[in-house]
């Protein structure tokens, strides 16, 4: 079982649905990291947030939100996507956000926009 | 801006075997490398984290090397069995942040 725990698994949206990722961990991380990852390719860093500060945005379009409302808790708030948007959503924390520090990874969120 | 490529993308062996995946860096200006495994739908499970300043780290019946100054790292899996059935991924962290750049993987699947 991953200490990163990501809701829901699954999640199926039309293009003008509102919802939200949502992404938690116990282990006092203080750095929390959104990816996203297309089938048979490499997960791309979306955000990085930093003592829940928003530290890198990777140039991601609007309709896609973070929120960290505290240490522990990471959403992503999904709004007007497009079908190039289904992709599985990955979650990752680290201790911090130092360079050495191992990032650890939730099973993510399999997302298809009809 | 980094780059990493991981050969072979696919490797089928049978269960025994010795087996060394590939992965290459742009950029030698890296902090650490990371090898990740990433079972099909699922998220990725850390193995290996080597520093700049070290060669190699070990856990178990694995092995990963780094050489900085070629742009390379190895991951060595020793007497390999099924359940290492899996896509083995590395990253090199070489910006502020923690950013991870992830080569493409390598989809390794062992036959009994």
């Known amino acids: 079982d991953t200490e990163v725990t990501q809701t829901p698994k699954h999640l199926v949206m039309g293009m003008t649905n509102k919802k939200s990722l949502k992404c938690e961990q116990h282990m006092g991380h203080r750095a929390m990291y959104w990816y996203k990852q297309k089938a048979k390719k490499p997960p791309e860093l979306m955000f990085v947030y930093s003592y829940e500060k928003l530290s890198i945005n990777e140039s991601v379009p609007s309709r896609f939100s973070p929120e960290c409302p505290n240490s522990s808790l990471l959403n992503l708030h999904l709004h007007a996507l497009q079908p190039e948007d289904s992709a599985l959503y990955l979650c990752?924390?680290?201790?911090?956000?130092?360079?050495?520090?191992?990032?650890?990874f939730g099973d993510g969120t399999r997302l298809s926009i009809l | 801006k980094q780059e990493v490529t991981q050969i072979p993308a696919a490797l089928s062996v049978p269960e025994g075997e010795n087996l060394v995946l590939n992965c290459s860096f742009t950029d030698s200006a890296i902090y650490n490398l990371q090898w990740f495994r990433q079972d099909p739908g699922k998220g990725l499970t850390s193995l290996l984290l080597?520093?700049?300043?070290?060669r190699e780290q070990t856990s178990g019946r694995l092995n990963a090397s780094l050489d900085k100054s070629s742009g390379r790292s190895t991951l060595y899996i020793a007497a390999s069995q099924p359940g290492d059935s899996a896509t083995y991924l590395c990253a090199a962290c070489g910006n502020a942040g923690n950013m991870l750049t992830f080569g493409g993987g390598t989809r390794l699947m062992v036959k009994p």
């Open positions: 990752a924390s680290s201790r911090g956000d130092a360079n050495y520090q191992p990032q650890h």
């Open positions: 080597i520093q700049s300043s070290q």
